[in-house]
């Protein structure tokens, strides 16, 4: 791969780690630790899953599980809002707007690797979606921030979860 593209996920880690610590305080500030509750860690088996697999990694972990934070952080800002917890607000859009690049790294390295394979991006994000991620994406999706970071609607839409017809 070319220089940039380590340059960006680099970029990516330093962030990550700055987000982290962003958290860290915020849990420390109320009198918790990291740790003191359990997560998930869907982030953590998607690198499993994809640790031999470049593409798969891709559209994995920034492009669907990096992108489910763009669509959720908003309402988590608002939460934080609404109680007043201002050094989070604070924080959580530090890490929103941070996001959206990580996001972008994704997308524009898959998009790298499948034009140098001649492949159809969109085509081959289906098929890696459908094989390392079991169920389908949830909406509502943040399409403002998705196109910001270079995810097209018809790249996640056509793999949305069936909704109830009431939420369509
Ligand atoms: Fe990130």
């Known amino acids: 791969m070319p220089?940039?593209?380590?340059d960006d996920w680099v970029k990516a880690a330093?962030?990550?780690a700055k987000h982290f610590n962003l958290i860290c305080d915020c849990l420390e500030t109320m009198g918790s630790y990291y740790g003191?509750?359990?997560a998930h860690d869907g982030m953590w088996r998607a690198a499993s899953d994809t640790a031999n697999d470049l593409q798969g990694r891709l559209a994995i972990v920034p492009m669907v599980l990096e992108a489910r934070g763009l669509d959720v952080t908003p309402g988590m800002i608002d939460v934080?809002?609404?109680a007043?917890?201002?050094?989070a607000v604070e924080s959580l859009k530090t890490?929103?707007?941070e996001e959206v690049s990580h996001v972008a790294y994704g997308a524009k390295w898959f998009n790298f690797v499948c034009g140098r394979d001649n492949s159809d991006p969109k085509e081959v994000f289906h098929a890696l979606v459908k094989r390392y991620f079991k169920g389908g994406l949830k909406p509502p999706f943040n399409e403002e921030k998705r196109v910001?970071?270079?995810l097209p609607p018809?790249?996640?839409w056509p793999l949305a979860e069936e909704l109830p017809p009431y939420v369509r």
């Open 3 to 6: 220089m940039g593209f380590y």
């Open 14 to 16: 330093d962030d990550e």
């Open 36 to 38: 003191a509750l359990p």
């Open 80 to 82: 934080f809002e609404k």
């Open 84 to 87: 007043g917890e201002t050094a």
């Open 95 to 97: 890490i929103y707007s």
């Open 148 to 150: 910001d970071a270079g």
């Open 154 to 156: 018809d790249f996640y």
